[in-house]
């Protein structure tokens, strides 16, 4: 559905000008190869609720390969510009039995409105130097030029990737794609579909009513009943330990792929994320009316995202 989920700031509020066409450009490619969008969204909305256009992102998530010159800092160059700042979380997201760490990035220096308006980016990457010998000569082969080209040129590679949805790297065969898939799911999603966003998560408490957004729970039976298969790690609603984030998944659309080789299977693609941020406790007394997201509960939370990740691992197995 391009187009059909609209990031719109306030009038008033200034962001650099390529930022609402940058974020609509990934949202419109991810839209048309991910049907459980369109799926999703119309088994959440009901009558008397905004359009789906006007749902909001609580965030963006990218994967990438952590080797030099792409990694988190690849679209941390790509960002900056847009006016996006990285969250130094301490300690930093770290999923050591995936061999991933992570980081997000949002809107520092804006209004808090356009925060409120604005995706979060979420961006992890594999390290790859901790792949066994086989899996690092795949990414080696499709990264190296990035390890020798100057940061610019990389930078303009990465842009186009985000832009186009083409990959950065040669197309891989099925065989360099199964190679990575024995061994880490997400080095094979990040080899097959490179810089394509991998979900978008809906920002629940941006819906009525104000000051509480719309139930998760009540959501994850809506997306059950449509059919959907969920992400089923931890409870259908992960929750961080201080009870304030609350995170469901649908699976992740399998979708054929074309393979250099010219041989094609089905591959795990994009999934759909639901978030509710609730309020944080200084916050109690504020009248619903008057609570706003930055009144909520920020960030993110590694139990939570360990268990995400499964949202493609549990497809690329179905
Ligand atoms: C990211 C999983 C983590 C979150 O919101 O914590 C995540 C991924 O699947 O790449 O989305
Ligand atoms: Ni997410």
Known sequence: MPSELTIRIPDTCRVPAATLPFLHQVLDLYA?????????????????????AELGHDHFA?????????GISSLERVLAPLG????????????P??????????????????????????VSEIQVEQLSGAAQEVIRGATA????AAPEAVTVQVLTALLTGALPWRPPTLGQYEQLLAESEYAAWVLAHGYNLNHTAVA??????????ADIHDFARRLQGAGLDMNPEGGIVKVSPDGLLLQCAVLADTLPYNFACGRSRQVAAAYVEFVQRLRLPQFASLRDDEVREEHLREGFEVGNADRLYA????????
């Open 32 to 52: 048309v190869r991910t049907p459980k969008l369109r799926t999703s969204v119309d088994a959440v909305l009901r009558p008397g609720w905004p359009h789906a």
């Open 62 to 70: 990218f994967r990438t390969f952590g080797v030099p010159g792409l």
């Open 84 to 95: 996006y700042s990285r969250v130094a979380d301490d300690p930093p997201l770290a999923f």
């Open 97 to 122: 039995g995936k061999k991933l760490l992570a980081a997000w990035f949002t809107p520092a220096g804006a209004d808090a409105r356009v925060r409120a308006t604005l995706p979060r980016v979420f």
């Open 145 to 148: 030029w990035a390890a020798e």
């Open 204 to 213: 629940l408490h941006r819906l009525p009513p104000t000051g509480r957004g």
């Open 311 to 318: 949202s493609t691992t549990l497809a690329a197995a179905h």
